[in-house]
């Protein structure tokens, strides 16, 4: 593989292919026609994470029959950048002997993940040949989105009596096995975790000092049934590249390494994303019936909402008839409920996923939140009112307006409007701030309190508050 510079520019430097729609086409077409040779000059420059974004868009067929045709070792690079779902389709017509050959090049976790992907069978015949079988077999007890899905069991560790020499001769040993050595881990007889030491600290002590006198002893370690998302925030928050997991004896079973955890961060950032626009597990291979059956749900919710939201103007329909200019309010008390709504609630959620809030501090917040309420409330309301007041000048020339606000009394209108846009912002912002943190303590993922959810009951509350206020104040 040859070197990159990214310039300022984001330009790539001459010789390094760059992964687009032409190139897609060029390889699509000396795939089709068997250009094997051609096609393996062409991808050889192409990084992993470049060659998986090449496998995405190019047509299925093509896709399969180049990873075919790749190198064991190549194609084994690429798989851990590959989304879950293709990677299963992809694999889906391979040979066991091949997939036996490709997962052994893999570090522990991500072989992991491949085998727990894999059609049973096709796992059961793969899973004895490989070489860390046992390991794996370990691995795979564990559910997928805690520490002991991620860990990988390729780490170095050593025993309190030894010295800085025979350490750095373990490291020597294993360093091409395991690849990247954040750390090298102390333990006692028993194998339960004592301490650490960085290859920096290692290289810098003299070769005849003990382990045991350079070790941190100060180290943090997780559990494997620890929530993948707990293990990123600590990562996060301590600035660690490298996280021990060790049993409930304190026993040391591997370790999670930065990698892992951005994979993580960036999978929980995008479920969140999705699941605050109604969305849930798509993904951009998946079939139009697939993100039928994800999206509709939602959508049935949103039509349900707004059914009720016509029905509590329906209940209204007396003060309308007597007021027909409360109507142009409606999509100004929907759409700013609606809004505040969904601001407090991104916040709270972003805030409960990065560990910033916690659901102790529901009063706390609560109480900033309603201020923040009421000051963006008022100031709306006094612009809303003002507007209400210059409506009537504004369009005086059209036949429609001056029929519409023929006796119509703007200083009443003005104060309904303003008085009922402050409980609706308020209301909403209320609501926006306690669902997710109620979510939060029953347990269940507080993004879903947000987007189509936050929305409809705002616009319900909403209208309910606009035409009880201007009921009372206007007519």
Known sequence: MSQITVTDEGDRPPGQLEVDSELVDEIAALVETGQRGMVMNLVADLYAADLSQLLVHLPFDAARQLFQWLAVEDAAEVLPELESGFRVELLDQIQPARITALVDELETDDAADVL????????????????????????????EDTAGGIMGTEFVAVPLGWTVSETTEEVRRNAERIGEIYNVFVVDDDQRLRGKVSPTRLLLSPAHAS?????????????????????????????????????????????ITIDDVVDVIREEAAEDIQ?????????????????????LPWLVAGLTGAGLSAAVIGGFEGALEEAVVLTLFIPVVMGMAGNAGIQSASIVVQGLANGDVWSSDAVRRLGKEIFVALLNGTTLALLL???????????????????????????????????????????????????????????????????????????????????????????
């Open 116 to 143: 727990s992907e894999l059609r049973p069978e096709v796992a059961q015949e793969v899973l004895p040949r490989l070489e860390d079988a046992e390991d794996l077999q370990e691995l795979l007890a564990h559910a």
């Open 211 to 255: 382990i045991e006198s350079i070790m941190e002893t100060d180290v943090l370690s997780v559990r494997p049934g620890v929530d993948q998302e707990e293990v990123a925030r600590m990562m996060q928050r301590y600035d660690l590249v490298s996280m021990p997991v060790v049993d409930a004896d304190g026993r040391l079973v591997g370790r």
């Open 385 to 475: 009112s003002a507007l209400v007041v210059l409506i009537p000048p504004i369009l005086g020339r059209f036949d429609v307006a001056t029929q519409l606000f023929a006796d119509v009394n703007l200083a009443r209108l003005s104060l309904a409007a303003g008085l009922s846009l402050i409980l609706v912002i308020l209301t909403a912002t209320m609501v926006g701030t306690t669902v997710p943190l109620l979510l939060q303590r029953m347990r269940i993922d507080p993004a879903l309190a947000s987007g189509p959810f936050i929305t409809t009951s705002n616009d319900i509350i909403g209208l309910g508050i606009y035409f009880l206020v201007a009921t009372m104040i206007y007519l």
């Open 275 to 295: 699941r605050l626009s109604g969305v849930s597990g798509e993904g951009p291979r998946d079939s139009a019936l697939r993100i039928v059956r994800g999206r």
